[in-house]
């Protein structure tokens, strides 16, 4: 696919000794950086002037072999905060392996752009619901506002609606690139607890163990048992925990994966590192409100000894976890942002989840007429003919509630305050409380709690 570049905008221009991409910027001053850490720059050749010329096509097509380390040198250099290992370790360590589109942008046959895809499937209750997740959107500093990741986006969207997956995922470091091609965000929540300066004791009995290979049989099961009920991708199959295990040696970033021990067997497990002062937990599985508390006090004993003065991380306000930790010190549960998803198949998605918002539904005893829902434009009706609740057509004379896109998807994953939306529209009162039901706000969305 050719398409032709926008100018790029007077400010995007590198001035020297402004640019922090030395290892891409010609206007750094470091010719010898330059040339020798760009891929598809031969040494010698000394920098491109073609960022800032006018008038150039690009090619969006799917990454070929050959590309793959100037693939992997632009998102090292555009992620900066992350290694070049957790992209040679991406492909290589996930659980369904290599992404599923992989595509490259080339400006005169070199690598300016990358964006790959990967279908995944997220838990809904007991079931599972195919989602195609986008990651590593990224385009070279001297050829960014032109249009690229717009290009890109819009070529790999192509590839998933004719994948007829219903929902397109992924996080979001600014939301803009994304909003234009339909994306909404969807909030999860976060918690942040303070380091007190006593640290309380784990209890005895309860021990703490680097995890170990032989550990990882009995731990997955843990984790398939506790996330259940979870909304989230199904990141976490018996594979992806090899490759996380594996992963640890060699990111050079400290990352601990430690077993909870009770009489000599795992009942519970945690990750975390040490991220911008505070202690990141990355996950925790722990049943019970005891085990949580005993989690609790494990982490905040360990950023205690690190001098740190936080432990945050992604949770589920629901969580054994959150109750466990609000005993032992002060804990604000906050908006999180960055999760953005994209209705490609309103159909799909609702006969995904439809059996699972019945399991939801608060009210089991709701049976009554039909309501009809107006996402962005796509009238369908939801009844409640018996215990199950009923997505089909479009219901004459039956009550209206007008849901954007972002609004109904806020609805499906139970987010915080999502209930607001019904309150717009003429329904009576029965019709609302039958909705609300019917999606309860319990804010259980997981969402990569273990991406590092
Ligand atoms: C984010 C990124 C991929 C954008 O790439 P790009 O090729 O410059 O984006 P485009 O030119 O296609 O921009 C398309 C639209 O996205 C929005 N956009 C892009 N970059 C933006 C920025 N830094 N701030 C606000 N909006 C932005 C604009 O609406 C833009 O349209 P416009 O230029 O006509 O106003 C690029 O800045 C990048 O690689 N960043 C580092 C890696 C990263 O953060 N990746 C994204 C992870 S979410």
Same mark, same amino acid.
């Given at each position: 696919?050719?398409?032709?570049?926008?100018?790029?905008?007077?400010?995007?221009?590198?001035?020297?000794?402004?640019?922090?991409?030395?290892?891409?910027?010609?206007?750094?001053?470091?010719?010898?950086?330059?040339?020798?850490?760009?891929?598809?720059?031969?040494?010698?050749?000394?920098?491109?002037?073609?960022?800032?010329?006018?008038?150039?096509?690009?090619?969006?097509?799917?990454?070929?072999?050959?590309?793959?380390?100037?693939?992997?040198?632009?998102?090292?250099?555009?992620?900066?905060?992350?290694?070049?290992?957790?992209?040679?370790?991406?492909?290589?360590?996930?659980?369904?392996?290599?992404?599923?589109?992989?595509?490259?942008?080339?400006?005169?046959?070199?690598?300016?752009?990358?964006?790959?895809?990967?279908?995944?499937?997220?838990?809904?209750?007991?079931?599972?619901?195919?989602?195609?997740?986008?990651?590593?959107?990224?385009?070279?500093?001297?050829?960014?506002?032109?249009?690229?990741?717009?290009?890109?986006?819009?070529?790999?969207?192509?590839?998933?609606?004719?994948?007829?997956?219903?929902?397109?995922?992924?996080?979001?470091?600014?939301?803009?690139?994304?909003?234009?091609?339909?994306?909404?965000?969807?909030?999860?929540?976060?918690?942040?607890?303070?380091?007190?300066?006593?640290?309380?004791?784990?209890?005895?009995?309860?021990?703490?163990?680097?995890?170990?290979?032989?550990?990882?049989?009995?731990?997955?099961?843990?984790?398939?048992?506790?996330?259940?009920?979870?909304?989230?991708?199904?990141?976490?199959?018996?594979?992806?925990?090899?490759?996380?295990?594996?992963?640890?040696?060699?990111?050079?970033?400290?990352?601990?994966?430690?077993?909870?021990?009770?009489?000599?067997?795992?009942?519970?497990?945690?990750?975390?590192?040490?991220?911008?002062?505070?202690?990141?937990?990355?996950?925790?599985?722990?049943?019970?409100?005891?085990?949580?508390?005993?989690?609790?006090?494990?982490?905040?004993?360990?950023?205690?000894?690190?001098?740190?003065?936080?432990?945050?991380?992604?949770?589920?306000?629901?969580?054994?976890? !959150?109750?466990?930790?609000? #005993? +032992?010190? %002060? @804990?604000?549960?906050?908006? =999180?942002?960055? $999760?953005?998803?994209?209705?490609?198949?309103?159909?799909?998605?609702?006969?995904?989840?439809?059996?699972?918002?019945?399991?939801?539904?608060?009210?089991?005893?709701?049976?009554?007429?039909?309501?009809?829902?107006?996402?962005?434009?796509?009238?369908?009706?939801?009844?409640?003919?018996?215990?199950?609740?009923?997505?089909?057509?479009?219901?004459?004379?039956?009550?209206?509630?007008?849901?954007?896109?972002?609004?109904?998807?806020?609805?499906?994953?139970?987010?915080?305050?999502?209930?607001?939306?019904?309150?717009?529209?003429?329904?009576? !009162?029965?019709?609302?409380? #039958? +909705?609300? %039901? @019917?999606?309860?706000?319990? =804010?259980?969305? $997981?969402?990569?709690?273990?991406?590092?």
């Amino acid at each position: 696919m050719w398409i032709s570049l926008s100018r790029p905008a007077p400010n995007n221009a590198c001035k020297p000794g402004s640019c922090r991409e030395r290892r891409w910027c010609p206007a750094s001053g470091d010719a010898k950086s330059t040339q020798g850490s760009s891929p598809n720059r031969s040494p010698g050749r000394g920098p491109r002037r073609g960022a800032h010329e006018e008038n150039q096509v690009m090619n969006i097509a799917p990454l070929k072999p050959s590309d793959e380390s100037a693939a992997l040198a632009l998102m090292s250099a555009c992620f900066a905060e992350e290694p070049i290992e957790y992209f040679r370790s991406y492909h290589r360590l996930l659980p369904s392996g290599r992404p599923d589109v992989q595509l490259a942008a080339k400006v005169d046959d070199r690598l300016v752009g990358y964006i790959e895809c990967q279908w995944v499937e997220h838990y809904f209750g007991d079931r599972t619901l195919p989602v195609a997740n986008i990651g590593a959107l990224c385009t070279h500093p001297e050829f960014r506002r032109r249009g690229i990741a717009r290009g890109l986006l819009k070529a790999a969207l192509q590839r998933v609606d004719a994948d007829r997956h219903p929902l397109t995922g992924l996080h979001a470091a600014i939301p803009e690139p994304y909003r234009e091609h339909g994306f909404w965000p969807v909030p999860h929540t976060e918690f942040v607890a303070e380091v007190p300066d006593s640290p309380p004791v784990p209890d005895r009995g309860t021990l703490f163990e680097p995890v170990a290979d032989d550990d990882l049989d009995e731990l997955f099961d843990l984790y398939r048992h506790e996330n259940r009920q979870l909304l989230g991708p199904l990141v976490r199959t018996r594979r992806y925990f090899n490759g996380q295990h594996e992963w640890m040696s060699v990111l050079p970033r400290e990352v601990a994966w430690e077993t909870m021990r009770q009489i000599g067997r795992s009942v519970g497990y945690l990750r975390y590192r040490r991220e911008s002062g505070s202690l990141k937990v990355l996950e925790v599985v722990a049943s019970g409100r005891d085990r949580g508390r005993a989690v609790a006090a494990r982490l905040l004993q360990q950023a205690h000894a690190d001098g740190l003065g936080q432990v945050r991380g992604r949770v589920s306000p629901r969580a054994p976890f !959150v109750r466990g930790i609000e #005993q +032992l010190t %002060a @804990v604000e549960i906050r908006r =999180g942002e960055g $999760l953005m998803f994209r209705i490609n198949n309103l159909d799909g998605l609702l006969a995904a989840v439809g059996p699972h918002l019945s399991l939801r539904r608060r009210t089991v005893a709701v049976t009554s007429p039909p309501v009809n829902l107006n996402v962005a434009g796509q009238v369908r009706s939801l009844s409640f003919p018996s215990a199950q609740a009923v997505f089909g057509p479009a219901v004459e004379d039956a009550p209206v509630v007008d849901l954007s896109e972002g609004e109904f998807l806020a609805l499906v994953f139970g987010c915080p305050g999502s209930a607001a939306a019904l309150q717009k529209g003429d329904l009576r !009162v029965d019709s609302r409380a #039958q +909705l609300e %039901a @019917v999606f309860p706000e319990d =804010g259980w969305v $997981l969402w990569e709690a273990d991406h590092y």
